[in-house]
């Protein structure tokens, strides 16, 4: 006998799994001075505190999206929030830099199944209908981490210490499996067998890439260059070889045949260039505002509000009218307004304007995410069948994270090539020479836009093939 399913709580719970993910990479970055500060360490390590996070989540989130349509979704998002929280404890409690890069890698492990199986089990449980309004409120309650996770740990910081910002993942985790164990369907997808091989490859890859990227910033390129050529190389022949296992098995974690619809492709590229310019640039953002604008930890995260806060306003509306006009023609204005914020930032900052003059700009580039997010989600998710929905869900957020963690790894780089983090002046020079950056990836989003096409999914959707589908 099916069981009714409450649409209002399915909603709600699936997006809180996206909003602790999210909140935990975006309530860092207020605290990122502090954090450096306290381990006296440079802004090249502290990016590690980030990316940890994100490369575990891309890395290790195709294997849990393989046990999700194997075993259940809700099982495995059950599982990916308990691990969450015990790495959130662990962040809490780390004494140095290297053991809170550990922890958060924990965190990072948990997170991996939350947003693909958060998307999964809403896209699964939603008429095909309203899943454009439904992925639009979905981003928009996901994106009040970037609203509430800046301002909430500029005052964390400001009021108790940086610790507290993993300790409110806590009763958080608790409450949220509770009521996921009670009001979510169990779904399932493909009963497909899984590779633990596959699953190295992809996170040797991933990893060694970011890391090859990011020695080149501290400077050991000339003296240990032999290493860092190394350690790329073998990354991207574990990044080849993986693809050409994909080619060939029956049943892969990243289905190759999903890359010949245009959408799809077009979707995830897209995807990747958005975050990776966003990432950078929540990465930089608070820190300048510390450093060059001499704001606290509170002000520098309400500062962001013009930026972020656009997430809940419009994001809901960019799912309806993704639904009306189509993912191509939401997407591009997305992308195109982001960049244009971002550089107008650029250029404000160049001429050393005080921070009300960078508002609009923040507010413009908010406006292009919101829209840009929903449009390319239900362009990746609507390509394929909805039994393949889950596997889907886990290669957009491959891109989406791995996007941002390379986004982050270029700001780096680019901030170091022009400034550096040894006084406000330099500081200044290099944050500006990373939001043109930004902007110019965001507009490279475009060419990738356009492979969208028309509103109507390429691949109509199926019942479920397993009678077990739906619980």
């Not at 947003?115 to 979905?138: D, F």
């Not at 928009?140 to 740990?153: M, R, T």
């Not at 060059?292 to 972020?308: K, V």
């Amino acid at each position: 006998m099916t069981k009714q399913v409450n649409y209002k709580w399915v909603l709600t719970l699936t997006s809180l799994g996206f909003f602790m993910s999210m909140m935990d990479a975006m309530i860092v970055t207020t605290a990122s001075t502090a954090i450096r500060s306290e381990f006296k360490i440079s802004v090249g390590t502290l990016q590690w505190a980030l990316n940890a996070y994100n490369i575990t989540i891309a890395a290790v989130l195709l294997v849990g999206v393989a046990l999700g349509e194997r075993l259940g979704r809700r099982r495995i998002y059950l599982w990916g929030i308990l691990i969450f929280t015990i790495g959130s404890a662990l962040c809490a409690l780390a004494p140095n830099i290297s053991l809170l890069i550990g922890a958060r890698i924990i965190a990072g492990v948990g997170a991996s199944v939350m947003t693909p199986m958060s998307m999964a089990i809403l896209t699964n449980a939603v008429p095909g209908s309203q899943r454009g309004r439904a992925l639009g409120i979905w981003s928009g309650i996901g994106g009040l981490a970037l609203i509430v996770g800046p301002s909430l740990g500029g005052f964390i910081v400001a009021k108790l210490a940086w610790q507290w910002i993993f300790w409110i993942n806590v009763p958080v985790g608790i409450a949220g499996i509770g009521l996921a164990q009670r009001y979510l369907p169990e779904s399932r997808g493909a009963q497909d067998p899984i590779r633990l091989s596959d699953a190295s490859l992809i996170v040797i890859a991933m990893a060694g890439l970011i890391w090859t990227l990011s020695a080149t910033t501290r400077g050991t390129l000339a003296t240990d260059w032999w290493p860092i050529l190394l350690i790329g190389l073998l990354s991207v022949g574990c990044g080849l070889w993986f693809i050409r296992r994909q080619t060939v098995e029956t049943a892969p974690l990243m289905p190759v045949r999903f890359f010949k619809i245009r959408a799809f492709t077009g979707g995830n590229i897209a995807t990747a260039l958005l975050y990776a310019s966003m990432y950078g640039v929540v990465f930089f953002l608070p820190q300048y505002l510390q450093v060059s604008q001499r704001a606290t930890a509170l002000s520098a995260g309400l500062g962001l509000l013009p930026w972020t806060g656009t997430l809940v306003i419009v994001a809901p509306f960019a799912g309806q009218a993704v639904d009306r006009f189509g993912e191509k023609r939401v997407a591009t204005w997305g992308l195109f307004l982001q960049g244009t914020g971002y550089g107008a930032i650029a250029w404000f900052v160049h001429w050393q304007r005080p921070y009300i003059w960078l508002v609009i700009p923040l507010g413009l580039a908010g406006v292009g995410l919101s829209m840009a997010g929903p449009a390319l989600q239900k362009a990746v998710l609507g390509a394929v069948d909805r039994t393949a929905i889950g596997k889907a869900a886990g290669v957009y957020n491959v891109f989406r994270l791995f996007g941002g963690a390379i986004g982050t790894t270029v700001a780096v780089i680019i901030f170091y090539s022009w400034g550096g983090n040894t006084a406000s002046g330099a500081f200044g020079r290099g944050f500006q020479a990373v939001m043109l950056g930004a902007g110019f990836i965001s507009w490279l989003g475009l060419l990738w836009s356009s492979h969208l096409g028309v509103p109507v999914s390429r691949m109509p959707d199926k019942p479920s093939a397993d009678p077990s589908s739906v619980k």
